[in-house]
């Protein structure tokens, strides 16, 4: 309805009708096929890759049906006013609404009542215009299309006797398709259902009255049209003309102004319809009742939930009123937000090709008698929200998150659905039976209990309640998670009743409040959800123009404080919705509110949420995701009781016209040829409301003049906020008058473009992310990506790409398109692979190392990385693989280049997709393939993240420095890997070999490696520089730095050593160039400074005091960096402690200054000599203190030192004297003790001896600053990685 108040520049937009139409048969023209269910058979044909000539005879719905289930054109017979320069008359779109299945024919033995449905035309401008139509049933009077239609009869009896004669299998139509099949009464049979004999039955045919209004006022609209028909089916004419009534409602009757109510005239009694003031939410008169009934409660929350993340929704149901009840109650319950994509509630046939649309969109589809589900081919259906209405079922995508408090929000719909006497789990099996629940029968819609008014025995129907499915599953629900629920309060209903019917006039007014109470608990979620939304819109630009130019490049919206500010529940769903067309819309809307008047929807939204803040004055700081019921549920209804009771204005009656006597003369069952000349104009007298709208109109020019003068044609303002709102927008409504091949390509062709822009958005969106936050961890300003948002960002790309594969299929396989296009590309080169018996290696990854040593090259290979996934048992449907499949290539950096390939077989490629698709398009193909290129500029670890319980092989190599050791050992070595998820457990290498292959469960990013050997043997001293290990399925490979010697007597005496990882980028990222390189992670410290601290030729290269203490700071700043970030975001802490420039290696650095001679008699001294020299001496001399209190103190802070070192002594492992300091360390961080041994160190006595004068560590202030660094670590909660610390018991 957006926008539907301004229906534009002109004369009085403030009729309450536009137009009254008549559709119906062209008795001049006669029967003609409907072209557009011929165009229809067409397409069908086009996509079941059948040739279109036996289109006809094989799919035609047409031919192969009796005649009188076949469709025909109709024609608009008359309208009035011509046109109207404010809304002009599209003829084709409203013929084709009011009658989208074209004219149908009934007999007498046929059920002809009456049918009312709706419609809606979104024009250009995102307006919308309303139809209200009533189909009947009038007998055919003229002779010819009567024998026209028995020759049709004829020619099918006849075709079908062959056929029956011909094989026992005959295609028969719908109705006979029950009837055993071939036997010889079977025909006969046909006959009798599907004749039409001109000497014994009399032929009818529809015929439609319709209004197009402005506003959906559907029940006046409806009373209006009900008591037109009787007045032509009534045994008495009518007291006026009809001319009379429809002139009176073109041109007499006038909007009522906002918050009144109007009363006007229809032929037998008076209609009162009524509009929400300025503040209240804006009008929608379609009743949510029945929407609930026909869903249920919580069937329609998912369905919201998809509607809110912009997925494709797909409404299907016989009836095409409950399309529309369903389609607008649904976007009615979204605001203050708008649905901004392909908007069409009721789908006429011939635009089925629609439902390829590569956008989100809500349509809804009207389902022939009979069929099933299974038999609907829609092109994709990985992101598709599918709603059978008849049937109270829906199918839903396969991962979408749920709608913030769920359960407590269902259960306060719940409550205002039973006061009102509805059972949340909807009516359907509350009906005598689903089918007859069909369609409104107008004659008894009074006493009918099938349209929601309550039987006689309602109130039995709350003992039923108490008992309730929905409710007692929530409630279990609820205890099981531990929320706590109110008793539910159920009164009786609102109105009592009389002789167990309500009037009519009481049911509506019911159906009024319910629809508002409803509409306020939605609202007021997002009221709730949504109230600090303003502190987080970011207002750069100074002038609208320069706003509207520079839209594309500008954050409008702080998405990633926003989210940090949130419940952590609600996050899945908010950072998806933020994302979405509505929400950026919505913010939109609020900058341009700076410059012009604001939008209606934002105006209402913004003026609740000062209220709230007026209530309950909270500190914005404080989110909870406590539940916040609605508190206006009684005011709202009250609002409009108050306005149905005490009518505001009445309109003129109708009167007499001025007409010629004689013509129109009334004959009961007929409609009447109406006198076009007193319909074609409004009476001339200026009447009150005329007035009224000039000086709107004025008001309107003064704005209009006032946007000029700021600066921007109103042309131009559209044009660019066309192009700012990218996608879609333009695409809201089909054109449905042209449907040449021409504006078929021009659609698909805006569709095309449309998808590469988005392409072009979302890839631009993921580098901006992601390498803010790389940067971050190089210290370049702050991070701004979560895992969350960028997973988020991830499930977008993959939804994105299912859309672009399934644009143009032309056979539909699966139910993810991407996936289908693997398979049969795999099939093709496998085929292929058989045959040459030759591997499909593309490029090849070699990963070599310092010394020459290899591992393996990786093949590059599209199938492998199919295989991988298909080798996973948790994935189990298309949709989850071809996620899986996109994932992997991501983290691979391999997506485009897989892409190019999987293009790259044309014959493939002609054969799955029409001449228009997307992928067809070769030079979008190209753009397209090139911005996914760019993503190979970051590391994603979207698939190892994701996929956690798989088993993952891994290879992993051991290179030694053969010049200064021999390769192999004679001992006996093992390995144990860890990465964030968890360990590979103590592994043994293979006698004589320097490489292995093991598979264990996901280990995540790798953090550490523990590498070791017994000893034994002659040559069990070994130099190791380093370990690789890779990942067999991501191609990931870690180097794990050594540089140390592992055997007793050399070095410090090591058998094993704990080694810190960096991910080594592979040579695909260097051709990239060195500008757009993730920066490396840290590692484990290099040789060279390992060798430098422990031996005397690296004199020169020792860092002097200043730095030494620099080195310190920064290394407990990123400590705490660490524990400032989100949980998930923050990252491995071994290597902030272990790692090259972390916390160990900063304390060994202040440990080795001022150190004596490195060597002693020819014998390499380390730190860890000191400290156990310095245990020695606490544990044999009794401490001097100055008082008592200081006396305790250090004798605790002795003891847990001395009991931490005799700890790491005698631990049952192999470990050198560094590693032991190291492990030290960590312990002394992890239980904040470092800052009370540091002062202990410094003052013991064997510090004078093995130290020089100088050394930081006899200096006071330089030990207290120290002491002050490493206290800022006390408040934080530091878990040290198990391979750290395996085995030593403190």
């Known amino acids: 309805m957006s926008g539907s108040g301004n229906p534009g520049p002109g004369a009085a937009p403030c009729r309450f009708a536009h137009y009254f139409v008549l559709c119906g048969i062209d008795a001049e023209s006669g029967l003609e096929p409907d072209e557009l269910a011929v165009l229809y058979?067409?397409?069908?044909?086009?996509?079941?890759?059948?040739?279109?000539d036996t289109a006809d005879k094989t799919s035609g719905e047409n031919f192969d049906q009796s005649p009188i289930r076949r469709t025909f054109?109709?024609?608009?017979?008359?309208?009035?006013?011509?046109?109207?320069?404010?809304?002009?008359?599209?003829?084709?779109?409203v013929n084709m609404l009011c009658m989208p299945k074209g004219l149908s024919f009934r007999t007498q033995a046929d059920n002809r009542d009456p049918q009312l449905h709706s419609f809606i035309i979104t024009r250009e401008d995102g307006s919308r215009t309303y139809g209200f139509v009533l189909t009947f049933y009038e007998e055919v009077t003229s002779k010819q299309i009567c024998t026209a239609m028995q020759t049709l009869y004829q020619m099918h009896n006849a075709e079908q006797y062959s056929s029956v004669c011909a094989s026992s299998s005959c295609s028969m139509d719908s109705l006979a398709s029950s009837i055993d099949e071939g036997d010889a009464t079977s025909l006969a049979k046909l006959q009798r259902y599907n004749s039409y004999d001109i000497s014994r039955d009399t032929l009818y045919v529809s015929k439609c009255i319709c209004l197009i209004t402005p506003l959906p006022f559907m029940q006046a609209c409806k009373k209006f049209l009900i008591q037109l028909y009787k007045a032509v089916t009534s045994q008495q004419p009518p007291p006026l003309p009809l001319e009379?009534?429809?002139?009176?409602?073109?041109?007499?009757?006038p909007l009522p102004p906002p918050g009144r109510s109007l009363k006007f005239y229809g032929v037998y009694e008076p209609i009162i319809c009524q509009r929400p003031g300025p503040n209240e939410l804006p009008l929608s008169d379609y009743p949510l009742r029945e929407v609930f009934e026909l869903l249920g409660l919580e069937n329609l929350v998912q369905v919201f939930t998809c509607v809110l993340l912009e997925m494709q929704i797909l409404l299907y149901s016989q009836d095409y009123q409950r399309l529309m009840t369903v389609a607008e109650g649904i976007t009615t319950l979204l605001f203050p937000f708008q649905w901004q994509h392909v908007y069409v509630p009721i789908l006429?046939?011939?635009?089925?090709?629609?439902?390829?649309?590569?956008?989100?969109?809500?349509?809804g589809l009207q389902s022939k008698e009979g069929t099933d589900r299974s038999k609907l081919e829609l092109p994709q259906e990985a992101n598709l929200c599918f709603v059978d209405i008849d049937n109270h079922f829906i199918e839903l995508p396969e991962e979408f998150p749920q709608f913030p408090n769920k359960l407590e929000f269902i259960q306060e719909i719940s409550e205002v659905l039973l006061q009102f006497g509805i059972p949340p789990e909807g009516n359907l099996h509350c009906s005598d039976s689903a089918t007859k629940l069909k369609n409104l029968v107008l004659s008894d819609l009074v006493n009918d209990k099938r349209n929601g008014n309550i039987p006689s025995n309602a109130l039995n129907m709350y003992e039923l309640l108490k008992g309730n499915e929905t409710i007692a599953r929530l409630q279990a629900l609820a205890k099981r998670t531990g929320v706590t629920m109110e008793k539910m309060t159920i009164t009786s209903p609102l109105t009592e009743e009389k002789d167990g019917k309500l009037s009519c006039e009481e049911l509506e007014l019911r159906d009024y409040k319910l629809n508002v109470q409803l509409r306020e608990v939605f609202a007021n979620r997002f009221t709730q959800m949504f109230a600090d939304y303003e502190a987080f819109v970011i207002q750069a630009a100074p002038d609208m123009e320069s706003w509207l130019t520079n839209r594309e490049q500008m954050q409008n919206f702080d998405k990633a404080s926003f989210l940090s500010d949130q419940p952590e529940p609600y996050l899945p769903f908010l950072s998806h919705f933020i994302e979405t067309q509505m929400f950026a819309t919505f913010i939109d809307n609020k900058i341009m509110s700076q410059w012009e008047e604001k939008d209606p929807f934002l105006r209402v939204f913004d003026s609740r949420i000062e209220k709230i803040r007026l209530y309950n004055v909270r500190a914005p700081a404080l989110r909870t995701s406590n539940y916040q019921k609605c508190s206006t549920l009684k005011e709202a209804a009250q609002s409009i009781e108050q306005r149905l009771m005490k009518i505001d204005h009445t309109a003129i009656h109708p009167h007499l016209l001025d007409m010629k006597i004689g013509q129109g003369k009334y004959e009961q069952g007929f409609f009447p040829k109406l006198q076009s000349d007193v319909l074609a104009t409004g009476p001339t007298n200026n009447n009150r409301w005329a007035s009224r709208s000039s000086t709107t109109q004025r008001r309107k020019d003064r704005l209009r003049q006032h946007s000029e003068h700021i600066g921007l044609d109103n042309d131009m303002r559209e044009k660019y906020m066309q192009e700012a709102r990218s996608l879609g927008k333009n695409l809201r409504q089909p054109k449905l008058s042209d449907l040449s091949p021409a504006v078929i390509a021009q659609t698909n062709w805006k569709f095309v473009e449309g998808l590469l822009k988005e392409c072009r958005m979302k890839t631009k969106r993921m580098l901006v992310e992601k390498m803010g936050h790389e940067a971050v961890e190089l210290g370049h300003g702050e991070a701004n990506i979560t895992g969350l948002e960028e997973n988020t960002l991830i499930a977008s790309l993959c939804d994105l790409l299912e859309r672009i594969w399934s644009h143009g299929l032309q056979v539909k396989q699966g139910k993810s398109a991407l996936w289908s296009h693997l398979l049969q590309y795999q099939e093709r080169e496998e085929k292929q692979e058989h045959s040459a018996e030759s591997p499909v290696g593309g490029g090849t990854e070699r990963r070599k190392s310092d010394t020459g040593l290899t591992l393996p090259t990786l093949r590059v290979s599209l199938i492998q990385d199919m295989r991988h996934v298909q080798n996973m048992s948790e994935i189990k449907t298309d949709v989850g693989r071809a996620r899986a499949w996109i994932r992997l290539s991501l983290e691979k950096k391999l997506l485009s280049q897989h892409l190019k390939q999987l293009l790259s077989n044309q014959a493939l490629a002609k054969k799955l997709y029409k001449r228009y698709a997307?992928?067809?398009?070769?030079?979008?193909?190209?753009?397209?393939?090139?911005?996914?290129?760019s993503l190979n500029a970051v590391d994603y670890f979207c698939f190892t993240s994701v996929f956690t319980t798989i088993m993952i092989p891994y290879r992993s190599v051991i290179i030694p420095i053969k010049k200064l050791s021999n390769a192999i050992t004679t001992s006996n070595p093992w390995i144990c890997v860890s990465g964030e998820l968890g360990d590979s457990g103590v592994m043994q290498i293979p006698k004589n070999h320097l490489e292995m292959t093991f598979e264990c469960q996901n280990l995540g990013k790798l953090t550490t490696v523990q590498i070791g050997h017994d000893n034994s043997g002659l040559l069990a001293k070994w130099l190791v520089d380093c370990v690789m290990v890779r990942n067999e399925i991501t191609g990931?490979?870690?180097?794990?730095?050594?540089?140390?010697?592992?055997?007793?007597?050399?070095?410090?005496?090591s058998l094993e050593r704990i080694l810190i990882g960096e991910l080594v980028s592979s040579t695909s990222d260097e051709e990239l160039g060195k500008q757009c390189r993730t920066p490396p992670q840290q590692k484990s410290p290099t040789v060279t400074r390992r060798l430098s601290i422990t031996s005397l030729t690296g004199r020169n290269t020792k860092p002097n005091a200043g730095q030494i203490q620099e080195g310190?700071?920064?290394?407990?700043?990123?400590?705490?960096?660490?524990?400032?970030?989100?949980?998930?975001?923050?990252?491995?802490?071994?290597?902030?402690?272990?790692?090259?420039?972390?916390l160990v290696a900063a304390l060994e650095q202040v440990f080795h200054h001022g150190f004596k001679s490195a060597r002693i008699f020819h014998k390499n001294v380390f730190i860890w000599d000191f400290i156990e020299k310095a245990v020695a001496y606490f544990e044999t001399s009794d401490q001097i203190g100055d008082n008592e209190e200081a006396l305790l103190l250090q004798r605790s802070s002795c003891k847990s030192f001395c009991h931490y070192v005799n700890a790491i002594n005698t631990a049952p492992r192999n470990i050198g004297k560094d590693g032991k300091f190291q492990i030290l360390v960590c312990l002394g961080t992890r239980d904040h003790l470092l800052p009370q041994w540091i002062p202990l160190l410094a003052e013991c006595p064997p510090i004078t001896r093995m130290y020089e004068e100088n050394a930081l560590l006899r200096d006071r202030m330089t030990v207290n600053s120290l002491i002050r660094v490493l206290q800022t670590l006390q408040d934080f909660n530091i878990i040290l990685e198990g391979s750290l610390i395996k085995g030593v018991d403190v």
């Open 348 to 363: 006429p046939a011939s635009l089925l090709h629609f439902l390829d649309a590569p956008v989100p969109y809500l349509m």
């Open 41 to 52: 058979q067409y397409l069908q044909a086009d996509l079941h890759g059948k040739s279109s």
């Open 1036 to 1053: 990931h490979t870690y180097k794990f730095p050594c540089g140390r010697w592992l055997g007793k007597g050399v070095d410090d005496g």
């Open 73 to 93: 054109k109709s024609k608009v017979l008359a309208h009035y006013p011509q046109n109207i320069e404010w809304n002009p008359f599209d003829q084709d779109a």
């Open 244 to 253: 009379s009534y429809i002139h009176n409602i073109l041109y007499e009757v």
């Open 1112 to 1142: 310190i700071g920064e290394a407990v700043n990123n400590i705490v960096k660490h524990f400032h970030k989100p949980e998930k975001e923050r990252g491995s802490l071994t290597i902030l402690l272990c790692g090259e420039n972390g």
């Open 918 to 933: 997307f992928l067809r398009c070769e030079e979008e193909r190209e753009q397209f393939l090139y911005h996914l290129l």
